[in-house]
């Protein structure tokens, strides 16, 4: 079974690297920009990464943030984190049940507008909802914000 790609704030400054290697990503795809290196040259360069490894590194990218993310929690009953971010034609409202010792529960719906995902939040929640830019806790009113959607 190939060892998946991980983040470790404790091993390589947090760079994505080979679970259970000394292999970063950057180093695996340094070595396979080199001109004239291929599979025989990476297997024989990284003897300890099997070929499944090899590949992933060689072709893994930095995943992509959405440009907007906002969150908002509810005390509850029961206790949930709403999650609405998204982009220009691709929108998610994400639901997640925090409410202990409960059945962990998530539901996420897609959109293709704003509009049509700020309705969700009111019927997943109990109580008033303050939200927060994911990116600075900056608290913000959705329904007031403007979107830049063509």
């Known amino acids: 079974m190939p060892r998946p790609i991980i983040r470790d704030p404790a091993r390589f400054d947090g760079a994505p690297h080979v679970e259970g290697s000394g292999r970063t990503v950057a180093e695996i795809q340094a070595v396979w920009r ?3 290196v291929g599979a025989v040259e990476m297997r024989r360069r990284f003897p300890d990464l099997t070929e499944a490894e090899l590949g992933a590194a060689v072709t893994w990218v930095e995943p992509s943030r959405p440009k907007y993310e906002f969150f908002a929690e509810s005390s509850g009953p ?4 709403l999650t609405l971010s998204g982009e220009e034609g691709n929108w998610v409202f ?3 049940d925090l409410t202990p010792g409960a ?3 998530a539901v996420d719906f897609w959109e293709d507008r704003v509009e049509q995902v700020l309705a969700y939040p009111e019927f997943h929640a109990t109580n008033n909802l303050v ?3 994911s990116r ?3 608290v913000v009113d959705i329904h007031a914000l403007t979107f830049d959607e063509a």
Do not use: D
């Open 34 to 36: 080199e001109p004239g």
């Open 78 to 81: 029961p206790a949930r984190r």
């Open 94 to 96: 994400e639901r997640q």
């Open 103 to 105: 059945k962990p529960y």
């Open 131 to 133: 939200w927060k830019n």
């Open 136 to 138: 600075t806790g900056e």
